[in-house]
């Protein structure tokens, strides 16, 4: 027997960047979860299936988090007055080492999925910690609360704290069996392999990883790029190689299913091979500014055609909602805008949805739109308290305004891989 959802309301999406498109008083349909189309008039074969009514309310498609660090969940907020490698020393490391603990990590790992669903994120790409134990527990707990993603167990082998430092083969020993157990065990969660960046991992990690990522045919998640004080570090390492690009590129670390973090300090070279790689880029704007990393090229890699989505960089960002993302990654982009003389025009509002929505949720397959056939993600946003008035805003500017003002409170309904969670 099939499973039909249908919702009604007033659906809005962006199949492409440029613009929105949006249906009033009309009806989102879905079978066994994939979209079957949105319709003024339900059709007739739908006709004595349940209707899910949220009059004006708005219907979007789901948002996706591509770069957040569950365990600095415990520590959002502090430490922003802070550069990135201070940061790390100061908060990042020493909470990481307490995820040894269940205990511990079960009550940070239970709060982190509850704000990533209670603040619309449907699918995510996570950093977990080096511990095995609590990286399964992280999954589980994610898997319950209807989020899907990719989670990695951690990899650290050098420069990181005696607590956090592995043995380099146990460090590939580990991630291999954590990869046989985890491959197939969830429907929503999967397992990414996840060297923390090229700094704290040795040669032998990294090709070692990049090894286990051909034999389980799985995505690769980490940082690239991203601090002037990190890219020297790897220059000093491998100083016959010109980026960072080039380096996980030799280890088989850049595929087409790929999310590589921040990309702030890109050569053209650097891009090219991004590009033809087809890696995702997860810009994370609200981490970029508090730790003073940078401003990345978001507009030379939209226009050649990176593909690109949204981070909240918990806790280098201190908010999981991705509004927040959408709306300081414009911010952002008008700074870089006046950066380079005004030649880099900044997003516009449908760029940063669609980068929020559709442009990762490509990295999870048919996700992010409403477009026939894709999956169906959903949130149902009540904007009345935004103080709309709905006769005089169009349906643009209110989901503007959804953008720029909402949060948790506004969000009434969230349905991923088409269930309602």
């Known amino acids: 027997m099939s499973d039909t959802v249908i919702l ?73 007055d802070l550069q990135l490698m201070q940061w790390l020393e100061t908060y990042a490391f020493p909470t990481e080492s307490r995820f040894s603990d269940m205990e511990y990590a079960k009550n940070y790992y239970e709060a982190f999925a509850d704000a990533l669903a209670k603040n619309g994120t449907t699918r995510a790409v996570i950093f977990s910690t080096i511990h095995v134990p609590s990286t399964g527990l992280l999954m589980e707990i994610l898997e319950k609360k209807r989020i899907g993603g990719y989670v990695g167990k951690v990899n650290m082998d050098t420069l990181c704290p005696d607590s956090l430092r592995e043995d380099s083969e146990q460090s590939l020993k580990d991630t291999r069996e954590w990869l046989i157990e985890w491959k197939d065990k969830l429907s929503l969660v999967k397992p990414a392999i996840t060297p923390r960046f090229i700094p704290t991992c040795s040669t032998t990690v990294l090709k070692g990883l990049g090894e286990l990522v051909k034999e389980f045919d799985v995505p690769v998640h980490s940082h690239i790029s991203e601090d002037i004080g990190e890219m020297e570090i790897v220059r000093e390492r491998y100083p016959q190689i010109d980026h960072d690009g080039a380096v996980y590129d030799q280890f088989g670390l850049l595929t087409n299913h790929t999310v590589m973090a921040h990309f702030i300090y890109p050569t053209d070279e650097e891009l090219t091979l991004i590009k033809e790689r087809g890696v995702t880029i997860a810009h994370c704007p609200q981490s970029n500014g508090n730790v003073a990393a940078g401003i990345p090229p978001i507009r030379k890699m939209l226009n050649m055609g990176i593909k690109t989505g949204l981070g909240s960089d918990i806790a280098g960002g201190y908010s999981p909602c991705i509004f927040r993302a959408m709306s300081e990654a414009v911010y952002l982009s008008k700074l870089k805008w006046l950066d380079t003389g005004k030649e880099d025009m900044f997003l516009s509002i449908p760029e940063a949805f669609y980068l929020g929505t559709k442009g990762g949720g490509q990295f999870f397959g048919k996700v992010g739109s409403f477009e026939t056939g894709y999956e169906l993600d959903a949130l149902v946003i009540d904007d009345s308290s935004l103080g709309t008035i709905l006769d005089e805003l169009s349906v643009i500017e209110r989901m503007e305004r959804v953008i720029h003002l909402a949060d948790d409170r506004n969000i009434v309904a969230r349905y991923v891989a088409g269930v309602e969670a």
């Open 8 to 80: 009604k309301g007033t659906i809005i999406h962006t199949p492409t960047k440029d613009q929105f498109e949006y249906y009033e008083n009309s009806y989102l349909v879905a079978v066994d979860n994939v979209i079957k189309g949105i319709y003024k008039e339900l059709p007739k074969e739908y006709e004595k299936e349940e209707v899910k009514d949220y009059g004006d309310k708005l219907i979007m498609p789901g948002m996706c988090d591509m770069h957040v660090h569950a365990p600095q969940y415990v520590y959002r907020g502090l430490g922003l």
